[in-house]
């Protein structure tokens, strides 16, 4: 999308004006640093930690990338199964519909139980955060296939649902799977504190946080890493859709703008 | 029996809410080598369910479809199908499009590009090989649908109502493209429309069906040489005499509703 120069910085307006005011009614109006430190303190204090954080986003990432891989490879399969075939629906959905609301944290005791202080824990608790958004959305892609386009699809050949899944279907449901896969990701994402708040190393942005930086009262580093919490997320999702929409997903651009 | 194709006794029953519903009654039709032959008949007369049946998408309640001398089971690319609706894979480019039937047989690539070339010519999209559907016209989308079929080689090509969904000046065009590809690739061709002048203008014969339950009502040879005049006196003896089968059919329909 090419934007005049204008409209391209627009965001950095806002984002100016809100950083300013959240000095200002740090500095002038709370001043208590341990209520609300000033952005320039949290700054300061990435420059500080700077050692720690490098090693934290990735051993994070480590997390989040073995807990969205897991949901991916389990909730595709299982997509194709739902909205392909009618009864695979009716027999799976009830468990789904049950497993779905109860929230990743309480899967906290159960992820220790079973897999122990471990990475892979973990990556457990992010895996059921991404897993649910990833199968929903990927299996209505399957399901909403028009029918359309799966009789041209068996006029020209496609004889077997392993033909018309491949052929039609996928790549039909293509652009639900990577809606799925992005709000996923953000789940995900969001449950990396979560998921390391129960100590499985001694590293990661959610360990650091609230088993460091929280107990000591150091506010300041606490909104330093809430920041850089939310920066790797912008990049992990910017990322995405660069890949995505631009290379993957070039046939929607008529369809949705 | 030089027949090329061979609807024998052909009937259809659907269920529905209130129990059956006669969808189509006993039409035997013979359709020989090459010939252009459109069915017309009031909306509702089962047109469109007796070309899905040689299509292989609907099966028939009793009778049978004799193709080249074998019956018809199921849909297969022997038989080509250019639908109502747009029909599209819009995730694919034109030339992707074309090429689709052809992948499904697993023909090389080059082959395969070339085969494609020569249709996307045939129907005169030559430049447009690289467009997804949403930079495509009407028109040209069924131009597509047309070079799609055509491209696996079938031994007939059935057509629903292919211009229905255009501009009517588009739709003259496009006739006179049909007739010419017709001429070009000497393929039988079964045509339905509603469109009384376009099944004057472009078939050897029409077939004239009776509202539900459907059945043959008449065959008409249109021996008037081509190219035709859309306004010519024999042109319009023929409409006459359509429009008058059909209007008789209609209200029967009416009476009985």
């Not at chain 1, 991916?72 to 779905?100: C, S, T, Y």
């Not at chain 1, 920066?231 to 369809?255: N, P, T």
């Not at chain 2, 013979?30 to 010939?35: D, G, I, L, N, T």
Request: charged share 20%.
């Amino acid at each position: 999308m090419r934007l005049p120069a204008k409209e391209k910085w627009l965001w950095l307006v806002p984002l100016i004006a809100v950083l300013l005011l959240w000095e200002f009614i740090a500095g002038y109006v709370i001043r208590d640093p341990l209520t609300l430190p000033r952005f320039s303190t949290v700054i300061f204090s990435i420059y500080i930690l700077r050692e720690l954080v490098i090693p934290d986003i990735l051993t994070s990432l480590l997390h989040f990338g073995i807990g969205l891989a897991l949901a991916f490879a389990v909730a595709l399969p299982l997509a194709i199964g739902m909205g392909w075939f009618r009864n695979v629906f009716k027999a799976i959905d009830p468990i789904i519909e049950i497993l779905r609301p109860i929230p990743p944290l309480a899967w906290i005791p159960v992820a220790i139980l079973w897999i122990g202080l471990t990475h892979s824990a973990a990556g457990f608790i992010i895996f059921i955060g991404a897993f649910f958004p990833i199968l929903i959305d990927s299996y209505t892609g399957f399901r909403d296939v028009p029918k359309i386009l799966l009789e041209t699809g068996k006029v020209l050949g496609c004889i077997g649902n392993k033909k018309l899944i491949k052929y039609v279907a996928f790549p039909y449901a293509l652009p639900s799977i990577a809606t799925g896969t992005r709000v996923g990701m953000g789940v995900g994402w969001m449950c990396v504190v979560a998921a390391e708040m129960f100590g499985v190393g001694n590293y990661g942005l959610g360990f650091r946080l609230f088993q460091k930086f929280y107990f000591l009262h150091q506010m300041d580093y606490v909104i330093a890493y809430m920041l850089i919490l939310g920066l790797v997320a912008l990049c992990v999702d910017r990322v995405f859709r660069y890949f995505v929409e631009e290379k993957l997903l070039k046939w929607k651009k008529g369809i949705v703008k | 029996m030089n027949h090329k194709l061979e609807l024998r006794n052909l009937s259809k029953t659907f269920s529905i809410e209130e129990g059956e519903m006669m969808a189509l009654e006993d039409v035997s039709i013979e359709v020989k080598p090459a010939e252009f032959l459109c069915i017309i008949g009031p909306s509702g007369c089962g047109k469109t369910t007796l070309l899905r049946m040689v299509a292989g998408l609907d099966h028939p309640s009793s009778g049978g479809i004799i193709l080249d001398g074998k019956e018809v089971k199921g849909p297969s690319p022997d038989r080509g199908m250019v639908f109502q609706e747009f029909s599209l894979f819009p995730w694919l480019t034109v030339l992707k499009n074309v090429e689709f039937g052809l992948e499904i047989k697993r023909v090389g690539d080059k082959a395969r590009r070339e085969i494609a070339e020569r249709y996307i010519e045939l129907v005169g999209l030559r430049g447009f090989e690289n467009c997804y559907q949403y930079e495509l016209s009407g028109g040209m989308k069924q131009r597509v649908a047309i070079a799609r079929a055509l491209v696996t080689e079938p031994s007939i090509l059935l057509m629903d109502e292919p211009f229905g969904s255009v501009d009517a000046q588009t739709r003259n065009i496009l006739q006179e493209e049909l007739l010419r590809i017709w001429k070009r690739t000497k393929k039988t061709i079964l045509f339905v429309t509603h469109s009384v002048d376009e099944a004057v203008y472009l078939s050897d014969r029409v077939a004239v069906m009776s509202a539900r339950p459907g059945c043959l009502v008449k065959c008409l040879d249109i021996d008037i040489p081509r190219p035709r005049k859309r306004t010519s006196v024999e042109v319009n003896e023929f409409r006459g005499e359509l429009l008058m089968l059909i209007s008789l059919e209609r209200s029967k329909v009416c009476i009985s509703v």
